[in-house]
C-alpha cells in the first residue's frame, strides 16, 4: 500500500510539473502576442491623422478616395466569394506559407461631413461578433484567437467605450498580422468581408493601406502572398 502511495505521489508531481511547465508556455505566449499586437498598433498609429483635423481636410488628401469617381478594377464583393471560396477549400492541417505580409491593413472611411457615430458604429461591431478590449479599441477574436483589430483613423485610435453615445470619427481601420495566425487566409476572408460590412452598414468608402480605393486586384494580392504563390 505505501508503495502504491509513492507511485500515485510521483505521478501526481509529474503532472503537477507538467501543467506548470504549460502555464508557463502560455503565459509568457500570451505576454508575445500582446506586446506584438502593441507595438503593431503604435506603429499603425504613427500613420494616423491627428485628432483635430477637419473632415474636407482628411477628404483633400484621400482619404476618401472613392468619392472621387475612381473605379475599382473588378468588382470587389465578387472577388470576395472567390476568395472565401478558396480558403474554404484549404485543409484545416494546411501550415501559414512563409514569408507572410507583417501587417495587412484595409479602411473605412465616413462620407464627407458625415462622421460615423459612436452607437451606430458600435452597433454595427456587435453585430459582427468584435470586441472591446486591449489597447482601448476592438479585436475579433476566434477559438480563442485574436484573427485581427479595428481602431480609430484618427489618433490616439483608440474608443471612449464609457462615452461612445458622444463619440465619432472619419472612419476605422482593420488590420491583421499574419505571421502569428494558424490560418492567415481564413481570418483575412472574414477581416475582408467585416470591412465591407461597415461600410455597407455605414455607407463608407474601403481603400486600402495606401489610401487608395479596395479593389479585387489589391486584394487578389494579398491572397496569393497569404498562399505563398506572391
Not at 505505501?2 to 505576454?31: H, N, P, Q
Not at 477637419?54 to 472577388?79: F, G, H, R
Not at 483589430?149 to 465619432?168: C, N, Q, R, Y
Not at 455597407?200 to 468608402?205: F, M, V
Request: charged content about 25%; overall charge negative.
Amino acid at each position: 500500500m505505501e508503495s502504491l502511495d509513492k507511485t500515485t505521489l510521483r505521478i501526481v508531481l509529474a503532472v503537477a510539473g507538467v501543467l506548470l511547465l504549460v502555464g508557463v508556455f502560455l503565459w509568457d505566449y500570451w505576454k508575445k502576442r500582446r506586446r506584438e499586437l502593441k507595438d503593431t498598433f503604435e506603429t499603425l498609429n504613427q500613420a494616423l491623422p491627428e485628432n483635430d483635423f477637419e473632415l474636407d481636410e482628411i477628404d483633400a488628401v484621400s482619404l476618401n478616395p472613392a468619392e472621387e469617381n475612381v473605379t475599382p478594377d473588378v468588382d470587389v464583393a465578387d472577388a470576395e466569394q472567390a476568395g472565401a471560396e478558396t480558403a474554404r477549400e484549404l485543409p484545416d492541417e494546411t501550415p501559414p506559407p512563409p514569408n507572410l505580409p507583417e501587417v495587412i491593413q484595409i479602411s473605412v472611411a465616413a462620407p464627407r461631413n458625415q462622421p460615423f457615430r459612436g452607437p451606430e458604429l458600435l452597433q454595427v461591431l456587435s453585430d459582427l461578433g468584435f470586441e472591446y478590449g486591449e489597447m482601448e479599441i476592438f479585436h475579433y477574436r476566434r477559438g480563442g484567437e485574436t484573427l485581427f483589430s479595428l481602431a480609430s483613423l484618427v489618433k490616439p485610435g483608440t474608443f471612449p467605450i464609457e462615452a461612445m453615445a458622444d463619440f465619432h470619427t472619419p472612419g476605422v481601420t482593420l488590420f491583421m498580422q499574419p505571421p502569428l495566425l494558424k490560418r492567415p487566409l481564413e481570418a483575412f476572408e472574414i477581416m475582408v468581408e467585416s470591412c465591407h460590412t461597415i461600410a455597407q452598414r455605414l455607407g463608407g468608402s474601403e481603400w486600402d493601406e495606401r489610401r487608395q480605393p479596395l479593389t479585387a486586384v489589391r486584394l487578389a494580392q494579398w491572397r496569393r502572398q497569404l498562399q505563398g504563390k506572391a
